[in-house]
């Protein structure tokens, strides 16, 4: 079998990459050439220099913020699916309840966050409850689509045999499901990232640890531009990671279970 | 949709039927096996009264015009599920399975998937699974309309040395005169909607066919009645387009 | 057959996590030093109403020196963001004890929240209007009549500000709690805390002039530690031995102000050196005036507090009078 090579890879990473080079250079030029305050835009130099010397502080915010994301993350998918498969299995629950599962996508977390800390205590209990608030929803709408796409037809063999309900659950609308659940996991993760810096922003942290979303608003007030650039910055990768964390699971899992899609 | 549909069909009979498009045929086929109730009139399957209940008393298979696997199982899973839905146990079950697999000759897929067979393959797949739960009654719905001529000719002469084995009652329904005449006992031709039977005529043909009975004079003429009376009740020429 | 057993295992593993996961998510993390003074340690909770900054080194101090372990305390401080409810949080018991304006304390007990004052770290508030020197300007009021000008207008000592002097021909805008606007407008004046804004511009080359609110008459206790009376009757020797190590503490960081910093510069990585021995040295004589050093750090008198309810009285802050009497505990 042919292996491949870094050749092969070129071709697609190649781009990126030259258009990152390209970005950066024109970054640093534009703001030393014009002269622009340092705290408005600090310059790409500037940003990895405080990277770099708070590098400690920055990973044990990445990691705590990265704890209460996961962990609000973790939430969504059990509660979520379990919501969806409710919905799908009751009509009378769905229509009662959806607009309640419609409201936590549309509630504005930064009103609600310091109720959480109220209701669940502060640091990573609030974060991770406000990560769930934000990222529950597409669970649910993607679950529940997935459940209801059911091929017709199969819903007609399963009958002829007089499947159970709890047969046709397992073995017909989850394995149908599984691709759309995929797609609402995914979407999950990135939301989630933001709902636990929001969280962090106004829950505070716990003793000694404080999360990305705190070392934001702390950098913002003592005009630490460069160090707002750093943590935002690590707080996007942070997101990206977990989503390409669900989304390798979510093709292994399809390839494996040779699910459609 | 369906009007004064009256018949009775003999236990074992192999029955073919015809009509043209949107007549009911499928629909037909769909009260025969429970999947959907007539506003008025019953089915009765023998030898249970009253069978209404899909899959609850006369044991039926279905084979549906898609061969309709479950993506996600390999094709002995596929083939083991009816009888998993009704209770078997996963092992048994794929044990079970073994057999009518080998009888429509796929012995040797049995961890492949669906979406690595062929057309003809996963219909076959689909045969067996209808067969697995050893009906009495066998349902077919233009099974082998989606495929080539020469994979559909080998099927039909496939299914027919399988009903010789095991003499369950089959209900072929078809749009394809010659293959209905080369399968079928009896042929029921219907009208276009509302669909009535206009003809239900024993074929006078022997009981071993092989291939080369397309082109025999009997052959022909059984076909060309059959094509009569499609034409005078169902035609193109005579017909507002349905709605 | 591998997708059906998945399946169920998958299920089956989301009930027990999320059935599981339905209670408590995380423990709060015990106090860091191991016990080696004979005291049994008491748990408490003390909330932050912002981010750790030198406003509260006294705090910190007073953990990292043993001054609470000392008087048999387990102190957890819970560094706070942008929006703690710590009254809300101390009224509940979800915390012990936490820090607020002396005004919001006020306005909470008007509500019905029976906390109490237990000792005051700002003797005079640190609250501030910061302008550029370039200005030049004489008076606080002159602030309010041209420019721009960043408040939390929900706030008291915005009311009373507007109230004492002719808003006319500023502009008014909200308050972000950054700087980054002073430093692009020399028309800019904004809210400050003496002992934050002021040395961020400074830093980064401007020249700010701040006045203090304080001067122009209204100065209320800040950063006041608050507990519940329940806790106050319930246990009165914790209330008192608490109140006792926080004396102690900001007596140390008073004295010693380095190593805490240290400490804050670690909890806050946007704080440095420099920032840190600038506000400690700015918020020295706010802390330790005539009062503190005649009644002790954090000691409170019922005349402030009485001057400060008639005037949020008058700013409609409190619908009717407030006793004041039991707002605060000396211990």
Same mark, same amino acid.
């Given at each position: 079998?042919?292996?491949?090579?870094?050749?092969?890879?070129?071709?697609?990473?190649?781009?990126?990459?030259?258009?990152?080079?390209?970005?950066?250079?024109?970054?640093?030029?534009?703001?030393?050439?014009?002269?622009?305050?340092?705290?408005?835009?600090?310059?790409?130099?500037?940003?990895?220099?405080?990277?770099?010397?708070?590098?400690?502080?920055?990973?044990?915010?990445?990691?705590?913020?990265?704890?209460?994301?996961?962990?609000?993350?973790?939430?969504?998918?059990?509660?979520?699916?379990?919501?969806?498969?409710?919905?799908?299995?009751?009509?009378?629950?769905?229509?009662?309840?959806?607009?309640?599962?419609?409201?936590?996508?549309?509630?504005?977390?930064?009103?609600?966050?310091?109720?959480?800390?109220?209701?669940?205590?502060?640091?990573?209990?609030?974060?991770?409850?406000?990560?769930?608030?934000?990222?529950?929803?597409?669970?649910?709408?993607?679950?529940?689509?997935?459940?209801?796409?059911?091929?017709?037809?199969?819903?007609?063999?399963?009958?002829?045999?007089?499947?159970?309900?709890?047969?046709?659950?397992?073995?017909?609308?989850?394995?149908?499901?599984?691709?759309?659940?995929?797609?609402?996991?995914?979407?999950?993760?990135?939301?989630?990232?933001?709902?636990?810096?929001?969280?962090?922003?106004?829950?505070?942290?716990?003793?000694?640890?404080?999360?990305?979303?705190?070392?934001?608003?702390?950098?913002?007030?003592?005009?630490?531009?460069?160090?707002?650039?750093?943590?935002?910055?690590?707080?996007?990768?942070?997101?990206?990671?977990?989503?390409?964390?669900?989304?390798?699971?979510?093709?292994?899992?399809?390839?494996?279970?040779?699910?459609?899609? | 949709?369906?009007?004064?549909?009256?018949?009775?069909?003999?236990?074992?009979?192999?029955?073919?039927?015809?009509?043209?498009?949107?007549?009911?045929?499928?629909?037909?086929?769909?009260?025969?096996?429970?999947?959907?109730?007539?506003?008025?009139?019953?089915?009765?399957?023998?030898?249970?009264?009253?069978?209404?209940?899909?899959?609850?008393?006369?044991?039926?298979?279905?084979?549906?015009?898609?061969?309709?696997?479950?993506?996600?199982?390999?094709?002995?899973?596929?083939?083991?599920?009816?009888?998993?839905?009704? %209770? #078997?146990?996963?092992?048994?079950?794929?044990? @079970? &399975?073994?057999?009518?697999?080998?009888? *429509?000759? +796929?012995? =040797?897929?049995?961890?492949?998937?669906?979406?690595?067979?062929?057309? %003809? #393959?996963?219909?076959?797949?689909?045969?067996? @699974? &209808?067969?697995?739960?050893?009906?009495? *009654?066998? +349902?077919? =719905?233009?099974?082998?309309?989606?495929?080539?001529?020469?994979?559909?000719?080998?099927?039909?002469?496939?299914?027919?040395?399988?009903?010789?084995?095991?003499?369950?009652? *089959?209900?072929?329904?078809?749009?394809?005169?010659?293959?209905?005449?080369?399968?079928?006992?009896?042929?029921?031709?219907?009208?276009?909607?509302?669909?009535?039977?206009?003809?239900?005529?024993?074929?006078?043909?022997?009981?071993?066919?092989?291939?080369?009975?397309?082109?025999?004079?009997?052959?022909?003429?059984?076909?060309?009645?059959?094509?009569?009376?499609?034409?005078?009740?169902?035609?193109?020429?005579?017909?507002?387009?349905?709605? | 057959?591998?997708?059906?057993?998945?399946?169920?295992?998958?299920?089956?593993?989301?009930?027990?996590?999320?059935?599981?996961?339905?209670?408590?998510?995380?423990?709060?993390?015990?106090?860091?030093?191991?016990?080696?003074?004979?005291?049994?340690?008491?748990?408490?909770?003390?909330?932050?109403?912002?981010?750790?900054?030198?406003?509260?080194?006294?705090?910190?101090?007073?953990?990292?020196?043993?001054?609470?372990?000392?008087?048999?305390?387990?102190?957890?401080?819970?560094?706070?963001?942008?929006?703690?409810?710590?009254?809300?949080?101390?009224?509940?018991?979800?915390?012990?004890?936490?820090?607020?304006?002396?005004?919001?304390?006020?306005?909470?007990?008007?509500?019905?929240?029976?906390?109490?004052?237990?000792?005051?770290?700002?003797?005079?508030?640190?609250?501030?209007?910061?302008?550029?020197?370039?200005?030049?300007?004489?008076?606080?009021?002159?602030?309010?009549?041209?420019?721009?000008?960043?408040?939390?207008?929900?706030?008291?000592?915005?009311?009373?500000?507007?109230?004492?002097?002719?808003?006319?021909?500023?502009?008014?805008?909200?308050?972000?709690?950054?700087?980054?606007?002073?430093?692009?407008?020399?028309?800019?004046?904004?809210?400050?805390?003496?002992?934050?804004?002021?040395?961020?511009?400074?830093?980064?080359?401007?020249?700010?002039?701040?006045?203090?609110?304080?001067?122009?008459?209204?100065?209320?206790?800040?950063?006041?530690?608050?507990?519940?009376?329940?806790?106050?009757?319930?246990?009165?020797?914790?209330?008192?031995?608490?109140?006792?190590?926080?004396?102690?503490?900001?007596?140390?960081?008073?004295?010693?102000?380095?190593?805490?910093?240290?400490?804050?510069?670690?909890?806050?990585?946007?704080?440095?050196?420099?920032?840190?021995?600038?506000?400690?040295?700015?918020?020295?004589?706010?802390?330790?005036?005539?009062?503190?050093?005649?009644?002790?750090?954090?000691?409170?008198?019922?005349?402030?507090?009485?001057?400060?309810?008639?005037?949020?009285?008058?700013?409609?802050?409190?619908?009717?009078?407030?006793?004041?009497?039991?707002?605060?505990?000396?211990?």
């Amino acid at each position: 079998m042919k292996h491949s090579t870094l050749r092969d890879f070129l071709p697609s990473i190649l781009p990126p990459a030259l258009t990152f080079v390209v970005v950066i250079a024109l970054w640093e030029g534009v703001v030393r050439a014009f002269s622009v305050p340092r705290f408005l835009v600090p310059p790409p130099s500037d940003v990895l220099l405080a990277a770099w010397s708070e590098r400690a502080a920055l990973f044990g915010a990445l990691l705590t913020t990265a704890q209460g994301a996961v962990l609000g993350f973790l939430l969504s998918a059990s509660v979520g699916t379990t919501v969806g498969l409710a919905f799908s299995l009751s009509r009378w629950l769905e229509r009662g309840l959806y607009p309640y599962a419609l409201f936590l996508q549309t509630v504005p977390i930064v009103a609600v966050a310091p109720l959480l800390v109220l209701w669940f205590g502060p640091g990573l209990r609030a974060v991770s409850v406000s990560a769930f608030i934000v990222s529950v929803f597409p669970i649910i709408a993607n679950t529940l689509a997935g459940l209801r796409s059911v091929d017709p037809r199969l819903s007609d063999l399963f009958r002829l045999y007089g499947a159970k309900l709890g047969d046709t659950v397992l073995k017909l609308r989850l394995p149908t499901a599984i691709p759309s659940m995929m797609t609402g996991l995914k979407v999950a993760s990135g939301l989630s990232v933001i709902g636990a810096i929001v969280g962090e922003f106004v829950a505070g942290f716990s003793e000694g640890s404080a999360g990305l979303g705190i070392t934001v608003l702390a950098a913002y007030r003592q005009l630490r531009t460069d160090l707002l650039f750093a943590a935002v910055l690590l707080a996007s990768l942070l997101g990206l990671l977990l989503f390409a964390l669900v989304s390798s699971s979510s093709t292994l899992l399809l390839r494996r279970l040779r699910a459609p899609g | 949709m369906l009007e004064d549909i009256d018949l009775v069909i003999e236990a074992g009979s192999f029955v073919a039927l015809l009509g043209p498009s949107g007549c009911g045929k499928s629909t037909l086929l769909r009260f025969i096996s429970g999947l959907d109730q007539p506003a008025s009139g019953s089915v009765v399957l023998s030898p249970e009264a009253n069978a209404q209940e899909p899959g609850t008393r006369t044991k039926l298979g279905f084979v549906f015009q898609d061969a309709q696997l479950l993506p996600w199982r390999s094709v002995l899973d596929n083939v083991a599920l009816p009888l998993e839905l009704q %209770g #078997m146990s996963r092992t048994e079950a794929r044990e @079970r &399975a073994r057999g009518p697999l080998a009888e *429509v000759e +796929l012995g =040797d897929v049995h961890e492949r998937f669906p979406d690595q067979l062929s057309g %003809g #393959m996963r219909m076959r797949v689909s045969i067996a @699974r &209808a067969l697995v739960t050893e009906p009495s *009654v066998l +349902l077919l =719905d233009e099974p082998f309309a989606a495929l080539d001529e020469l994979t559909r000719q080998r099927l039909d002469e496939r299914l027919r040395k399988l009903w010789q084995r095991r003499r369950m009652t *089959v209900i072929f329904v078809t749009h394809a005169l010659a293959e209905a005449a080369f399968l079928a006992e009896r042929a029921l031709v219907m009208s276009r909607r509302p669909g009535r039977i206009v003809l239900d005529q024993r074929l006078q043909l022997p009981e071993e066919r092989n291939l080369d009975l397309r082109t025999d004079p009997d052959f022909v003429a059984q076909t060309a009645l059959l094509y009569g009376a499609l034409s005078r009740h169902g035609g193109l020429d005579d017909a507002p387009i349905d709605p | 057959m591998h997708l059906d057993r998945f399946l169920s295992t998958t299920l089956l593993a989301l009930a027990v996590c999320f059935s599981s996961g339905c209670g408590k998510k995380s423990q709060p993390k015990p106090s860091s030093e191991a016990d080696a003074g004979a005291l049994p340690q008491a748990k408490v909770v003390l909330a932050l109403d912002w981010v750790p900054e030198p406003e509260f080194g006294g705090f910190y101090a007073g953990r990292e020196q043993g001054a609470y372990k000392r008087h048999g305390i387990g102190i957890e401080i819970q560094g706070g963001g942008a929006g703690v409810p710590v009254l809300q949080m101390v009224a509940t018991g979800r915390a012990d004890f936490g820090t607020v304006g002396a005004d919001e304390l006020l306005t909470a007990r008007a509500r019905g929240a029976d906390l109490v004052a237990l000792f005051a770290v700002f003797q005079t508030s640190p609250q501030g209007i910061m302008v550029h020197a370039s200005r030049k300007l004489q008076k606080l009021e002159e602030a309010f009549h041209s420019g721009t000008i960043a408040l939390e207008t929900g706030k008291a000592y915005a009311a009373y500000l507007k109230k004492k002097f002719a808003w006319d021909g500023v502009k008014v805008v909200p308050y972000d709690g950054g700087v980054a606007h002073f430093l692009a407008d020399p028309n800019f004046a904004q809210q400050c805390y003496v002992t934050s804004e002021p040395i961020a511009a400074r830093q980064k080359g401007a020249d700010p002039a701040v006045f203090l609110i304080a001067d122009s008459g209204f100065n209320p206790y800040a950063t006041v530690v608050v507990t519940r009376r329940e806790l106050l009757q319930k246990n009165l020797e914790l209330v008192k031995a608490f109140v006792v190590a926080t004396r102690e503490g900001w007596r140390e960081y008073l004295d010693h102000p380095e190593p805490t910093n240290a400490l804050l510069g670690r909890l806050n990585s946007a704080l440095d050196a420099g920032t840190l021995s600038a506000a400690a040295d700015a918020q020295r004589p706010l802390i330790e005036n005539a009062d503190s050093k005649q009644h002790g750090l954090g000691s409170m008198q019922q005349a402030r507090w009485q001057t400060l309810a008639e005037q949020l009285l008058d700013l409609k802050f409190l619908d009717k009078p407030a006793s004041v009497a039991d707002s605060f505990q000396q211990l």
